[in-house]
């Protein structure tokens, strides 16, 4: 089969260089639609109940997730001339198009009993404006009193204050969201520059457009930089440029490929699939270099240019497929997860690195059956002298202290195994960003005069309508914030409780006293009063639903980390919960952002390790497909595996956590370093056929021709995945560092341990009643057989594809 494909490539090939060029340019085309994501990456499937219940909750009460919240610590905000300017600041954030709403200091208000309406009035606290220092101070001691929004915007310690920018939600999820963020900014750094005051910044709209600007230019940083790194390896291997510019345009084809995916099945790039064109030039150059390498080898035997690359097909066709297809695997797994954002990226991964071999198998011979035969200088890398002796050594090495490597490997893996023993598995809602950064200095500004700045709601279901304003149950709501807010990674409670409080207070003159629930004997005039507040308008809107049957509780919280916060909500605020409404009929529940987020990380954890499973069992089965045998099957798949186990070790040793980026690693760097396994393997299968089934020379001659371009690709994986190291986001970090030293040590384990296994426990017979689809590698020809073509019978024709194809059809047919 593969000698007719050869054929057809070498027949057809300006063809099929026509038709890949349409493709491209097509696919270049659909590129231009391609979108950015600028939702909160959702790692909980939509069925799943907390997301159904979670989404019913913004249905009625809004996003919670749409606050921008600037913060100040510097006592000269308090002096006049910078507090009507802080004043402004505010009064132009509220101007801008998509803010719904601004609440801070200077434009505090507080309720007003009208006795003759029977109502309250809300009124600026600072009108008129002062206009002295001295009116100013004392309406900031008198503000002190209004507790309604004593730990939200105001902390009275230390004086810290805080600007709460309410974002549209249309706005929040669409490209225009960046605009007005930078709009806020602009105005903030206008204000520092202005008066000197330090401004800080956080909340999920603000780390969510930073983080997807800066997916913006990683993509094309790591772009530029793995095909520069790339570029340069190929061009060190092979000297050559032409081995550098086509494998090079294979690439750009299939990057541009991987974008026209992305905008074909309607999906937006995250900071996920952002990853996917670097990812693609890194393991789409391995297929160049077998090719290449190939093709010189055969050059290097004969001198015939059509021969060598019409065996270049014919002996690393099939090969190449299932290596692309087990690297494919260790993505397309990711599309069965019931995680979106996961999905997205196996499934578009997954299918442009298997479309990787369809175009270098048809674009290297065709191109190459154009281009001048290699001359001597592209084929010295053929006898690169330092590249021998670390093969020689390795082959040394396997055959006479096989019980060395069995050992220090045994050793190795055991101290991995301990390592993983140690491993822990935590996130974070603002996860991968570097300590240093600004962003994680100002969340801890927040922290350490909020509590923090991350959403997090309860829900109170009264079961009965109008059942929020009974006082039984907001006096059980009122106990519940007060548990709450003493807790440290918890911000005061803000909901219809503190609103019915301020109400109390603002009937007795704003007595600070009086900041509290009413007792029965005064529920009835003071409720009176909220009459015209109950029907969804004014403040209440916001935390009671149009029934009234349910409320809000809405709290901010530290980022803490998904062990502290499931232990939090578990184990300290859902017992606390279950008590205070014991002999009540009435539901709450836990919800908002953050605990989604955390119980999404658990959720795409776990799926990860079904995925690696899942990826474990596949190519387990594809060997055993081609190899039908279980003993090749496990020799395979240790050597790829002990690197797993060695780098969850190290994750262990150095306090690397499992979480979904490192978790990701396993799946990419298990399927990519099996091909390592397949091509030493089909060698090994071929040269047994030739050597008359001798292990030990089949094994030399293994390593010998297929070591080379493992330690080549291995440099190139390394050295590609490597630059991932220069992300500013902690999980990119870890999937270029943590990837790169799997590679690398797979590389080792399988020019060491296979072929130590291979010399222990195979034979080299094999079944004659039974066939393996890998004995079509390199059709098992002995080379005696090929040597009979004469030479002289093919001729290359670059106006006439077809001549070529039967010259070499009439010396198979001679040779038949």
């Not at 001597?376 to 090495?397: E, T, V």
């Not at 499992?658 to 030493?680: C, E, Q």
Request: hydrophobic share 45%; with cysteine.
């Amino acid at each position: 089969m593969w000698t007719q494909i050869a054929h057809i490539i070498i027949k057809y090939r300006l063809y099929l260089l026509i038709l890949l060029a349409l493709v491209t340019a097509f696919m270049a085309h659909k590129s231009r639609e391609i979108e950015w994501s600028f939702d909160f990456a959702k790692t909980v499937p939509e069925h799943d109940p907390d997301m159904v219940y979670f989404e019913q909750f913004k249905e009625t009460f809004g996003e919670d997730g749409n606050i921008f919240a600037i913060g100040i610590l510097d006592s000269a905000i308090y002096q006049l001339q910078n507090f009507q300017r802080f004043k402004y600041l505010s009064d132009e954030l509220a101007t801008l198009p998509g803010v719904n709403d601004v609440l801070s200091l200077p434009g505090i208000q507080y309720l007003v009993r009208n006795k003759a309406e029977k109502k309250f009035d809300m009124q600026l606290f600072f009108n008129p404006f002062p206009e002295d220092q001295s009116t100013l101070d004392s309406l900031l001691n008198k503000a002190n009193d209004l507790k309604y929004y004593s730990g939200q915007i105001i902390n009275q310690n230390n004086g810290a204050t805080i600007i709460l920018v309410s974002i549209n939600r249309e706005i929040l999820n669409s490209e225009k969201r960046q605009v007005l963020i930078e709009d806020v900014i602009d105005l903030g750094d206008a204000f520092t520059e202005i008066t000197g005051i330090e401004l800080h910044y956080a909340g999920l709209p603000f780390v969510r457009s930073t983080v997807a600007g800066k997916v913006r230019q990683e993509l094309n940083m790591f772009l530029i930089l793995s095909v520069v790194v790339t570029g340069c390896i190929m061009l060190l291997f092979f000297r050559s440029w032409d081995a550098v510019v086509f494998p090079l345009i294979i690439i750009g084809v299939i990057v541009i490929c991987s974008m026209g995916t992305i905008a074909l099945f309607g999906f937006k790039i995250t900071l996920l699939t952002g990853l996917i064109p670097p990812i693609i030039v890194v393991i789409g150059i391995p297929n160049s270099i077998y090719l290449l390498n190939k093709y010189h080898q055969e050059y290097s035997v004969h001198g015939n240019k059509m021969k060598a690359l019409n065996r270049v097909v014919r002996k690393i066709g099939l090969v190449t497929l299932i290596t692309n297809f087990t690297t494919a695997i260790g993505f397309i797994v990711l599309g069965f997860t019931d995680i979106k954002i996961l999905r997205e990226f196996g499934i578009v991964a997954g299918i442009n690195i298997f479309a990787t071999f369809f175009v270098s198998i048809i674009l290297i011979p065709a191109v190459f059956s154009y281009l001048p035969p290699p001359s001597k200088r592209q084929l010295k890398h053929l006898g690169f002298k330092p590249l021998d002796s670390i093969l020689s050594l390795l082959d040394w090495l396997v055959h006479n202290y096989r019980s060395l490597v069995y050992t220090v490997t045994a050793v190795i893996v055991s101290l991995s195994l301990y390592g993983l023993y140690k491993l822990d598995s935590v996130s974070y809602l603002v996860d991968d960003i570097p300590e240093e950064s600004k962003i994680k200095k100002d969340l801890i500004f927040f922290e350490d005069n909020f509590s923090g700045i991350m959403p997090m709601e309860v829900i109170v279901d009264t079961g009965k309508k109008k059942g929020v304003m009974r006082l039984n149950n907001l006096r059980k709501v009122a106990e519940l914030e007060e548990f709450l807010g003493s807790l440290e990674d918890i911000s005061y409670p803000v909901s219809i409780v503190s609103f019915v409080k301020a109400a109390k207070q603002a009937f007795y003159n704003n007595n600070p006293k009086f900041y509290q629930l009413p007792n029965n004997q005064e529920r009835s005039f003071i409720f009176s009063y909220l009459s015209d507040e109950t029907d969804n308008s004014g403040l209440l809107k916001s935390f009671v639903d149009s029934t009234g049957q349910r409320m809000r509780v809405s709290l901010k919280v530290a980022d803490i980390g998904s062990q502290k916060m499931d232990s939090l909500v578990d184990l300290v605020i859902q017992p606390r919960i279950d008590e205070i409404f014991e002999t009540e009929k009435t539901e709450v529940k836990v919800t908002g952002t953050t605990p989604l987020f955390i119980k999404g990380n658990r959720f795409l954890i776990e799926n990860l390790r079904v995925s690696l499973f899942l990826a474990f069992l596949i190519i387990a089965v594809i060997m055993g497909i081609l190899f039908r045998d279980f003993r090749i099957i496990i020799i395979s798949l240790i050597p790829n595996v002990i690197p797993l186990i060695i780098t969850g070790g190290l994750m262990g040793y150095f306090d690397i956590p499992l979480k979904p980026s490192t978790a990701l690693i396993f799946s990419i760097a298990f399927g990519i370093s099996v091909d390592d396994s397949i091509h030493f393997l089909a060698k090994y299968r071929q040269e047994l056929f030739s050597n008359n089934f001798f292990v030990p020379i089949a094994i030399t001659k293994s390593i010998r021709e297929t070591g080379a371009s493992m330690i080549y690709t291995s440099i190139v994986l390394f050295a590609g995945f490597v630059i991932f190291s220069g992300s500013d986001f902690g999980g990119t970090i870890a999937l270029g560092v943590l990837t790169s030293t799997t590679l690398l040590i797979a590389m080792f384990t399988n020019l060491t341990v296979l072929p130590s296994l291979l010399l222990t426990f195979d034979d080299g017979k094999r079944r004659k009643d039974t066939h393996p689809l890998i004995e079509q590698y390199e059709k098992f020809y002995e080379e005696d057989d090929d040597e009979e073509i004469d030479l002289s019978l093919i001729r290359v024709s670059t106006n006439n594809g077809n001549a070529d194809v039967k010259q070499l059809q009439d010396t198979e047919k001679r040779d038949n």
